[in-house]
């Protein structure tokens, strides 16, 4: 069975990475997890720009420090804490899940570092696929069956959302937009604040002085409201310090949040 992960790095959840084909897999069938346990000790969470009108009620979202900055979303403060899952595995309250969790054990990738096509893998490690008896068939006789079609066209979406939300970082960094970020939370009791830092934010002052022609442009590609998302959920971020707080995990001196490839 060919594995893509001797190629290149493995991204965030992914422990190896197989194509999918009708030699191997014919009759595999695909099922729903039990929990989102491949999740419970990441702080922070790629998405795409599409998501953050929904991501931004649930979460504080922020981007990523370095070179080729992506948008996060925050579950905890800290390495290692994810204050929105339970021991279970499963979600504690009803929250967002972003596209980057609902895709997993699946995306699209490259055979081969110099392929130019990408194609359907997953994770061989999950118990989601397999020659189970119960569960959806991936393939039809020798032919994609709907479901794999379906979880293709996602992953082609999620694709394509990725590249709008690269276009839409590198307009941000263009107009001189982003920041280095920081966060205060003052404790009852506590006398000094606790500062989150480690992390990229929207300029609110230079927002505010832009030139009209500027405005008028992002606010007609939709970058406008996508950035007012971003600096509203911010304020999320307390409560996700109440949060780590009251299971006992008090947030530590920060550091950047984690890019996964």
């Known amino acids: 069975m060919?594995?893509?992960?001797?190629?290149q790095a493995l991204p965030m959840f992914y422990k190896d990475l197989v194509p999918l084909n009708s030699n191997e897999h014919a009759k595999w069938k695909v099922k729903g997890l039990d929990n989102a346990s491949f999740m419970q000790t990441q702080h922070a969470i790629p998405i795409t720009s599409d998501e953050f009108i929904n991501a931004a009620r649930s979460y504080p979202i922020v981007f990523s420090v370095g070179e080729n900055s992506v948008p996060l979303i925050l579950m905890g403060l800290n390495e290692g804490v994810n204050t929105f899952m339970g021991d279970d595995g499963k979600f504690s309250e009803p929250a967002y899940v972003p596209a980057y969790v609902r895709r997993y054990p699946f995306m699209l990738a490259k055979l081969r570092p110099d392929a130019d096509e990408l194609s359907l893998c997953f994770d061989p490690t999950t118990d989601a696929i397999g020659d189970h008896k119960e569960g959806d068939a991936l393939f039809d006789k020798d032919q994609p069956s709907e479901t794999t079609k379906n979880i293709l066209n996602f992953c082609e979406q999620f694709e394509q959302a990725g590249q709008r939300t690269g276009q839409f970082v590198?307009?941000?960094?263009?107009l001189g937009l982003l920041m280095d970020g920081e966060v205060s939370i003052?404790?009852?009791?506590?006398?000094?604040?606790?500062v989150y830092r480690g992390f990229k934010m929207v300029n609110e002052e230079k927002l505010r002085d832009m030139r009209g022609d500027e405005l008028?442009?992002?606010?007609?590609n939709g970058m406008l409201p996508l950035i007012y998302a971003h600096l509203f959920s911010l304020q999320l971020m307390r409560e996700v310090f109440a949060r780590q707080v009251s299971a006992g995990k008090m947030p530590q001196v920060t550091e950047a949040p984690t890019v996964p490839a």
Request: no cysteine.
């Open 170 to 174: 590198q307009e941000l960094e263009k």
């Open 186 to 194: 003052q404790q009852t009791g506590v006398e000094k604040p606790f």
């Open 2 to 7: 060919a594995s893509t992960s001797q190629a």
């Open 216 to 220: 008028r442009k992002i606010n007609q």
